[in-house]
């Protein structure tokens, strides 16, 4: 790690960490929750490799008091989770659920009261099982649907959510739920999954709309993106890494930015129907990203099922996920967006940045996490050199406050600022908690 002080960010710049509703919560049985596709998939055998759910996970339903003290003892401006669709609607459908709703009014009173502002996901992968056994985001009434829980949701919380994020990770819903199957709802369609990008950035313009007729605050959605390295020299290597990158990074932004859909892998006109591209390019006031690592491609083999071939990348640290560790990914892709879209791109928060180690608490009950504290360090000088550069970036928000239930991952991998010893729940900030901490006291 260097040993260069941090650099200083703009007045006003948000400092937030981040979680998600089913990775964190438990208490799937309370307040009348319905079950999701990730209870579903979780039960499945060989899903989970060590065999868990998130039925507990962090308890985080009753012991969200104490996280909401672990996050204003950080110092950090605001708190990015995510409410659970179950919660709300536990059929996918119908009037709310108000029991549900009382948690994130709670929860939401809870963070003002701390002086931390709530930032909310609608969306964060747990899609009520009803919706999912009526076809799930394959089918086009889901992104009704999803607008009408959005209205709910707003109607009860509006006035205090200070910024709303419709979906997390389209992309990555899309290709490893619907397209590889390794997480929920564990489909395997590969390009035949191109109905669950054009559903849920429909879903994502429709709650929009319902979104501004309930509430002031401002609206974003988190995309992930990986900046592509393309690995080899020949025409089909050049050919294969635009290709991925139109997938990976321009598939749910170009429409949402109001370019259209871009030529990428898999992409069908039969699915838009007249008037959907506008709905999608509704304007939002926040572009979310959320960033792990750039993605090494290459030509793939003859016969492969892909026009791409991903590669690992040499020359980086890794993390416990093999992750390649890789801060100037983060500032070329910051780049990138702002090359690519110029005025038509809105303020960037980067909504999720972080890394999984092996963090085991010593002798004297401490967790040191040098590593983490590295990873954030650079990743935070990346985004401050972006800024340098006039890319427009007003926030940045660690995965994650706590270790949770890292989905197809179980409880193996660690993303937390804090421990979390799941037998007991008890929590213990790591050495990166008081790292980020003090980076955002200075
Ligand atoms: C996010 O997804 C999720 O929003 C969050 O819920 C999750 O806990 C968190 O990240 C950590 O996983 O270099 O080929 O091995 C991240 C999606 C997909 C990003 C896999 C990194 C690595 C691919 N990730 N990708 S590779």
Not at 33 to 50: C, H, K, L, Q, Y
Not at 143 to 163: N, P, Q, S
Not at 201 to 224: D, P
Not at 431 to 436: C, L, N
Request: glycine share 10%.
């Amino acid at each position: 790690m260097t040993t260069v002080p941090l650099p200083d960010f703009p007045a006003g710049f948000r400092w937030g960490v981040s979680t998600s509703a089913y990775q964190i919560e438990g208490a799937t049985g309370v307040d009348g929750r319905g079950p999701s596709i990730w209870d579903t998939f979780a039960r499945e055998p060989g899903r989970i490799v060590d065999g868990s759910t998130g039925d507990e996970a962090c308890d985080h339903r009753h012991r969200y008091a104490e996280d909401i003290a672990l996050t204003a003892g950080l110092g950090v401006s605001a708190y990015r989770f995510s409410i659970a669709w179950p919660r709300v609607q536990p059929g996918g459908a119908g009037p709310a659920n108000a029991a549900g709703l009382d948690f994130y009014d709670r929860l939401v009173d809870g963070l003002l009261a701390a002086g931390v502002d709530p930032v909310a996901t609608l969306f964060h992968w747990d899609l009520p099982q009803p919706l999912e056994d009526a076809g799930g985001w394959l089918n086009r009434d889901t992104a009704a649907r999803f607008a009408e829980y959005a209205d709910l949701t707003a109607a009860r919380l509006g006035d205090r959510v200070k910024l709303w994020i419709t979906l997390n990770e389209p992309f990555i819903h899309m290709t490893l739920g619907y397209g590889i199957g390794t997480h929920a709802p564990g489909r395997m369609l590969l390009f035949d999954s191109f109905p669950v990008a054009h559903h849920q950035l429909l879903g994502h313009g429709l709650a929009v709309a319902a979104l501004r007729a309930r509430s002031t605050s401002e609206v974003a959605i988190a995309n992930n993106y990986s900046p592509v390295r393309q690995v080899g020299d020949t025409d089909a290597d050049r050919v294969a890494a635009r290709a991925y990158d139109a997938l990976h990074n321009r598939l749910f932004t170009d429409p949402l930015l109001g370019r259209g859909y871009p030529d990428a892998p898999g992409f069908d006109p039969a699915v838009v129907r007249d008037g959907d591209l506008d709905v999608i390019a509704a304007p939002i006031d926040v572009l979310g990203v959320n960033y792990y690592n750039p993605t090494g491609i290459r030509a793939p083999e003859e016969g492969s099922p892909l026009p791409f071939e991903m590669v690992p990348l040499d020359g980086y640290p890794r993390t416990a996920f093999d992750w390649p560790v890789a801060p100037d990914g983060l500032r070329e892709l910051l780049g990138q967006l702002h090359d690519r879209y110029r005025d038509a791109l809105p303020p960037i928060q980067v909504t999720e940045s972080g890394c999984a180690y092996d963090d085991v608490p010593d002798a004297d009950g401490r967790v040191h996490d040098p590593e983490r504290i590295a990873y954030l360090d650079g990743h935070v000088r990346a985004v401050h050199e972006a800024i340098g550069a006039g890319v427009p970036v007003t926030g940045y928000f660690v995965w994650s406050l706590l270790d949770n239930w890292e989905w197809a991952e179980g409880f193996t991998k660690r993303f937390g600022l804090v421990h979390v010893d799941y037998p007991t729940q008890r929590r213990t900030p790591k050495s990166s908690y008081t790292w980020f901490r003090d980076l955002i006291r200075r």
